[in-house]
């Protein structure tokens, strides 16, 4: 079973910053926080992943509460193409399986 | 790298006939995941590789699915005799662990029985 809890959908003004956030208050200490996103009939796509700290990339930040029990991603200035379901799963290193949950289907909206 | 590479993009095929899924990971990843998607279950996993030795198969609906990976650079997904129920997308993904990056998925094939 998943082991995180996201809402099902978000709205979100184009170029505005979109924040999704997801709760996963059972994480274990050596289990990372990763996102996906999946465009409609496309594989999911790796965004990014984090273990403690706040994570950046080009695509999107990744800010993980100090007690690791949630975590916000965040797309800084969102485009109509960001509209896509988001997936929050959390998994250890250790040769672990990606189950994925419902996500957040993100609407990106002019 | 042009990514995981899955065929055929769609198979329509009739009840009872057999149908086989293809994949080919990224060049140096060392594990290998199937996927099934549908509206009212999501993604799921169905089985993964390491080194290309099968893991876990718990995923694997029933004995009509099989799963091989004869070497690191390609996989099957295997339905015999197939039905309408297995309708839906199939993904393969793969992984280097220890690596910068999460799972490569592929673009799916869209599989549909009759």
């Known amino acids: 079973d998943a082991k995180t809890t996201q809402p099902p959908s978000m709205d979100c003004a184009e170029g505005r910053a979109a924040n999704l956030p997801c709760n996963h208050s059972?994480?274990?200490?050596?289990?990372?926080v990763y996102w996906y996103r999946q465009i409609h009939s496309q594989g999911p796509q790796y965004i990014i992943h984090?273990?403690?700290n706040n994570e950046t990339n080009e695509m999107a930040s990744l800010i993980i509460t100090e007690d690791r029990k949630s975590s916000t991603l965040i797309l800084p200035h969102a485009t109509l193409r960001d509209t896509a379901v988001y997936y929050c799963?959390?998994?250890?290193?250790?040769?672990?399986?990606?189950?994925f949950g419902q996500g957040t289907e993100l609407s990106v909206k002019p | 790298d042009a990514g995981v590479i899955q065929s055929p993009r769609h198979e329509v095929t009739e009840m009872g006939q057999e149908v086989t899924l293809r994949c080919k990971p990224i060049?140096?990843?060392?594990?290998l995941f199937w996927y099934r998607q549908t509206m009212m279950r999501g993604l799921e996993l169905l089985i993964y590789?390491?080194?290309?030795?099968?893991?876990?198969d718990s995923g694997m609906p029933e004995d009509r699915f099989s799963a091989k990976m004869p070497n690191a650079s390609f996989s099957t997904l295997k339905i015999q005799p197939s039905e309408p129920r297995d309708s839906a997308v199939y993904f393969c993904?793969?992984?280097?662990?220890?690596?910068?990056?999460?799972?490569?998925f592929g673009s799916g094939t869209r599989l549909t029985v009759v």
């Open positions: 799963i959390v998994f250890g290193h250790q040769g672990g399986k990606l189950i």
């Open positions: 059972t994480i274990s200490g050596n289990e990372y």
């Open positions: 984090g273990l403690k």
């Open positions: 060049s140096g990843h060392n594990s």
């Open positions: 590789f390491n080194n290309n030795v099968p893991i876990d």
């Open positions: 993904a793969s992984i280097l662990w220890g690596g910068s990056e999460g799972y490569t």
